[in-house]
């Protein structure tokens, strides 16, 4: 029989203790590679290194590898290998945080509700992407029109999203005279507690006004800045970890060594001390949010989309280009950090410098597809949000608009040298539409700006912006991102 995590000789250490010591008190919605190698690592470090008994409950709710996953967890007792890939070699840790897994399709709804519903719940962690949400990027309010939410309106006791789950599992706590639970978002969403709580309670709202009001008393929903790189796990990532482990986990994830997490001390029901291995209890996470958002995000999906189109697979490849690097720098710097208002002592130079460090680690081989994907959901708080500061302060933002005219050239769904590749995005089919007509580049921004859900009312009606924007475009169109880039 083929060995596993479980049954084969590994090179790494087990877990000392079993699953019989874990209380899910977390239950985690989106079980994706982020996850896997930042909160749960977190959790399983504090059981390394103290009494805790804080074990997860993992859920994935969509289909495809979600589900395979989840069986694929399963299969091998819920542990599960990280590889940190560093300058100095790879790190191998064997994760046992993991108390339970469940999908709707193996286990069913009603068995993800009653996790939710169980007393002991005392956190729901998010690890579901922006899209998640359901809410508009630009607005930060519930979408009650999206597909998912309608379905949880017209039928909320077998519900498809994760807002109607938790929503579901309130209403169901409620009635059984239970104490609510913690919802903290790990996504890279502004505000991200804040846009949890708006779409909770948006919901909720529109299914029972009693049942918002009793969620505004008993659920919180606290702020965190979440970094960590972790690329999607390819099938040469899992064979190398093979190599170095001795037996194949299909489960396992690399990421880079660094990692941080910021979380506003804002818990309902209890929490973990993750504050015992390097997570920081904040009362105001919104700063550090905003600055790994604009500073970290806004260059990654500047070097993601124009890279792309340059012919860059990898955001390592990108930066070893001497202009893309200094335009990465210059970006952080010069337009990035003077939007940010950091308590004293921040080091915002130190922390570019870093960033451009960690961007280069090669091993990590982060694609930049995968980085330009769903941009419509990740523009705002990335680019948009800092070009307002700057149109209201009169201040400079050239690198701002080569990045939001290169995430419009690359919706187009056509690199520099004539290429096509698919633009992955909820609002794909928009973008192909707009791509469709015949028109002038002008008018192709004038569509794309008049998209409200990613630039709102006001950027398509400053008339600096939509030229700025527009001259950029045709740079792009005519000379190519390594040019415009160079150029800037
Ligand atoms: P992933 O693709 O590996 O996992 C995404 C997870 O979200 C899956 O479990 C999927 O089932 C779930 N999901 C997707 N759409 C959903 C929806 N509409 N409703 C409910 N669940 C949904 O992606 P990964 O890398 O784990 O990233 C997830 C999120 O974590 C990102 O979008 C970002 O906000 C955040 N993040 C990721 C980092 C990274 O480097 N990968 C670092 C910091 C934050
Ligand atoms: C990336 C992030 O995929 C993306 O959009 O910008 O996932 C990035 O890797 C993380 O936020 C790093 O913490």
Redesign the pocket.
Known sequence: MEQNLVSGAVNAARPSWDASRLVPRIVH????????A?QALYTHRLLSSSDSDWGICEV???SGR?AQ?IGDLNAQNRLYTVAERGAGGTELYIVGAVAEALHPQSDGCQAILEALARPETAVVSL??????Y?TGAASGQLDLNTP?IQHDLADPQQPQ??IGYLVEALAIRRRRGLPGFTVLS????RENGHVAKAAVTGLAQARDAELAAWIAQHVTFPCTM???????ATAETLDEIAQQLGVYDPCAIA?EPFHQWVIEDNFVNGRPEWDRVGAQFVSDVVPFELMKLRMLNGSHTFLACLGYLAGYRTIAETVSDPAFRRAARSLMQDEQAPTLTMPPDTDLSGYAARLIERFSNPALK?QTAQIAS?GSQKLPQRLLDPIRQHLREGSDWRYLALGVAGWMRYVGGVDDRGGHYAVVDPLAATFAAIHQQPQTPAERVRALLDIGDIFGSDLPAHPHFVDAITVVYCQLLNDGAAAAVAAR
Do not use: Q, Y
């Open positions: 919605l989106g079980c994706g590679a982020f996850h896997r930042h994935s709710l969509m979600g996953l690890t579901i992407t922006e899209k998640g359901c998912l999203s994760a790990c996504d890279n969403v979440v970094d960590r790189i972790v690329p999607a990421c982060h769903d």
